[in-house]
């Protein structure tokens, strides 16, 4: 049996039009299917309008228990349930999860180092069972970019990390595509030629890509989490703008070991 | 089978200490259950502190798109997934529901007549069927405040009618309990005396009680509702503090037909 889970970031969560194309095109998609979607900008807009300087390290988000409160509000309620509403509409039996819901998602706090990122979670494992039947009863989990630690503590989890980990633990129930959805159309080999998608990249071709610095910096950690759930036990990932998807000679990134 | 319903309403929720003992109380009944919450003050709190003036007519909250956001973001997100995080610590396997989650509530948005109540919902019916799959998974739906009317419009919808409409529309499965849970022991002869609790009420005490003016104005729409439950297949209807319920010969009103 195939499972797809489609991961959507900030940018097309933020354009209304665009969400909306997104999960017509999502809605379209046969069989069983998942949707990880972070917060984007929304959760940094209403930090500043309630007076909460928000907090980024390298691009990730410090998250204090003000953040976290704001961010289970905008994630877990207002993005979570607008998208499961609207894709209700489309004919879709959405069910809005976090990882706290159904036990579904167990994560830890990450360990103080240099940096406290404060309430953030690492994923330690996914209830693939109950994932598993949640999917037989023709729902259609919609996941937000929160976990929780099994001891009442929810936690703010890389979204990203959420769909790769969800994909992984269902790939002995399920032949699992992971879909990294975002605004280009794949992995471009020049940043500046949005037309330069590479269609086809396995371990080796990627390894070889790299060593030439022809992938961008921003793109690595991706690429490296994308093998990295090829190698346990995900069938496929495509990379690129989910609208594309399904359609013949599309221009997308597809990664295969 | 039997099947508890509980609703916790704001004063039970805004009080950490409080909202954990109840938590800790329905963690221990057996069998299948549901919990329903609304999310009380802290909605009015966020609207106030976001500069929006929260409108209510005769005790009801008038909701325009700017306070749907705000009630989708607390009851969706902060209170339920706090809830679902905490019963998860508790060892009950708790998801966290709206009305649009697997299409759980429909419902339609209130007509305007001499007052617009904005997106308020009134419920048109519940799914039975999907629930009951949910109940057999061993989990437990905790529902907050919100429903859909199936065309991609959340709505904000009265707690109370919402545990009322799934203990009636769940009676065909199950033996079904409805229980309000709230600061008092229960309905009580005289407002100013909170041990003049009225143990046991059935339809025809309870005319008696209303003609002869003992029961109190702001309890009478609440008991109409209990008891057009009651006709409506509910077995029994439980009013008091939860953390009684359980003890023998402890006081809270109990309504049957």
Same mark, same amino acid.
């Given at each position: 049996?195939?499972?797809?889970?489609?991961?959507?970031?900030?940018?097309?969560?933020?354009?209304?039009?665009?969400?909306?194309?997104?999960?017509?095109?999502?809605?379209?998609?046969?069989?069983?299917?998942?949707?990880?979607?972070?917060?984007?900008?929304?959760?940094?807009?209403?930090?500043?309008?309630?007076?909460?300087?928000?907090?980024?390290?390298?691009?990730?988000?410090?998250?204090?228990?003000?953040?976290?409160?704001?961010?289970?509000?905008?994630?877990?309620?207002?993005?979570?349930?607008?998208?499961?509403?609207?894709?209700?509409?489309? !004919? /879709?039996? @959405?069910? =809005? %999860?976090?990882?706290?819901?159904?036990?579904?998602? $167990? #994560?830890? &706090?990450?360990? *103080?180092? +240099?940096?406290?990122?404060?309430?953030?979670?690492?994923?330690?494992?996914?209830?693939?069972?109950?994932?598993?039947?949640?999917?037989?009863?023709?729902?259609?989990?919609?996941?937000?970019?929160?976990?929780?630690?099994?001891?009442?503590?929810?936690?703010?989890?890389?979204?990203?990390?959420?769909?790769?980990?969800?994909?992984?633990?269902?790939?002995?129930?399920?032949?699992?595509?992971?879909?990294?959805?975002?605004?280009?159309?794949?992995?471009?080999?020049?940043?500046?030629?949005?037309?330069?998608?590479?269609?086809?990249?396995?371990?080796?071709?990627?390894?070889?890509?790299?060593?030439? !610095? /022809?992938? @961008?910096? =921003? %793109?690595?950690?991706?690429?490296?989490?994308?093998? $990295? #759930?090829? &190698?346990?036990? *995900?069938? +496929?990932?495509?990379?690129?703008?989910?609208?594309?998807?399904?359609?013949?000679?599309?221009?997308?990134?597809?990664?295969?070991?």
């Amino acid at each position: 049996m195939k499972l797809n889970i489609f991961k959507i970031g900030g940018n097309i969560i933020e354009n209304q039009e665009e969400l909306m194309t997104f999960l017509k095109s999502f809605s379209e998609i046969d069989g069983h299917k998942i949707l990880v979607h972070g917060g984007g900008k929304s959760a940094t807009e209403l930090l500043l309008k309630l007076g909460i300087v928000p907090l980024m390290i390298q691009g990730r988000r410090i998250t204090d228990s003000e953040t976290l409160e704001v961010v289970t509000m905008v994630y877990g309620g207002q993005v979570n349930k607008t998208i499961v509403a609207k894709l209700q509409a489309l !004919g /879709i039996n @959405a069910l =809005g %999860m976090s990882g706290a819901d159904a036990n579904s998602i $167990q #994560a830890h &706090k990450r360990p *103080v180092t +240099e940096i406290d990122y404060g309430f953030a979670g690492d994923v330690d494992g996914i209830d693939a069972s109950i994932l598993t039947s949640l999917l037989n009863l023709g729902l259609t989990p919609v996941f937000c970019a929160l976990t929780h630690d099994q001891n009442g503590q929810l936690l703010n989890t890389n979204a990203d990390t959420i769909a790769s980990a969800l994909a992984i633990g269902l790939s002995d129930e399920f032949k699992t595509t992971l879909n990294y959805c975002f605004e280009l159309n794949g992995v471009l080999k020049d940043i500046d030629d949005k037309t330069s998608v590479i269609q086809k990249m396995d371990s080796k071709s990627y390894e070889t890509l790299v060593s030439e !610095g /022809i992938i @961008a910096e =921003g %793109m690595l950690p991706k690429l490296h989490n994308c093998f $990295q #759930a090829l &190698k346990n036990g *995900v069938a +496929e990932v495509r990379i690129g703008n989910l609208g594309l998807f399904e359609k013949e000679n599309s221009n997308y990134t597809t990664l295969t070991l």
